[in-house]
């Protein structure tokens, strides 16, 4: 089983700014996937950024970045000149990677706030 | 990108119905789709793993008599909630797995159906 540990109930970040967003994992699996998910308040869960396991290399997606620590079991994700936009809940989710999908465990979020 | 749909958005029900939640993947094949439910203020959790033309796979603490799930194609997975009680009032949000081999295959989640038991 994986468990996905986010310890940051709330952050706040000033338009422009740039902002850390900590998540930890516990697993068991060699082979798996981390994925940053954001959920705005339509619910709708928008994929932001994933990392396989086995690659070394910081995923990184235009403002998106992360800093995979995988001796330490980290994943944080960290949003440049951040916009108004991206005010939403975001989710680290960990999953055991298989041919036929992989279902996801999900951390308990992190409420971003953007202020003008 | 792939498109996954779910229907209704939203549901009222009584106490004691049953409700079924249809998940679609619009513009591809999905062999497998995930069910997950939230709770105001709370993460996902997983529900089930739906299989195309196999029984779902329930995660522990869930109960499969209560809540049905039908993978009937590679593009249609329901849920059924029997007897709906107030307790089973939440989010309940489907995922459909687009496989493309390990870099490209991917997990999209449909928009969600609020549903609320009285």
Redesign the interface.
């Known amino acids: 089983a994986q468990t996905v540990t986010q310890s940051q109930p709330e952050m706040s970040v000033q338009e422009a700014e740039t902002v850390t967003l900590s998540c930890t994992y516990d697993t068991s699996e060699s082979d798996y996937y981390l994925f940053w998910?954001k959920q705005p308040p339509?619910?709708?869960?928008?994929?932001v950024i994933r990392q396989?396991a086995y690659k070394q290399q910081n995923a990184t997606e235009n403002r998106f970045s992360v800093n995979f620590q995988k001796a330490a079991k980290s994943f944080s994700l960290k949003i440049s000149d951040s916009q108004l936009g991206d005010a939403a809940m975001y989710?680290c989710a960990a999953?055991v990677?298989a041919?036929?999908?992989?279902?996801?465990?999900?951390?308990?979020?992190t409420s971003l706030l953007v202020t003008p | 990108g792939a498109v996954v749909s779910q229907h209704p958005s939203w549901v009222i029900c009584k106490s004691g119905t049953s409700v079924k939640i249809e998940c679609r993947s619009l513009d591809f094949q999905a062999?497998?789709m995930?069910w997950?439910r939230?709770f105001p203020k709370?993460?996902?959790?997983?529900m089930a793993?739906s299989?195309e033309g196999s029984k779902a796979t329930y995660e522990q603490g869930v109960e499969k008599d209560k809540f049905l799930i039908n993978h009937a194609s590679l593009t249609l997975s329901t849920l059924t909630v029997t007897s709906a009680h107030p307790e089973d009032s939440s989010?309940y949000?489907c995922?459909a797995?687009l496989?493309g081999g390990?870099v490209t295959?991917?997990?999209y989640?449909g928009?969600?159906t609020r549903l609320t038991v009285l």
């Open positions: 998910y339509s619910r709708q869960m928008i994929l396989e989710f999953g990677y041919n036929s999908g992989y279902a996801l465990n999900f951390g308990k979020g | 062999t497998t995930f997950y939230q709370q993460s996902l959790m997983l793993t299989n989010f949000i995922s797995f496989a390990r295959d991917t997990q989640f928009p969600g």
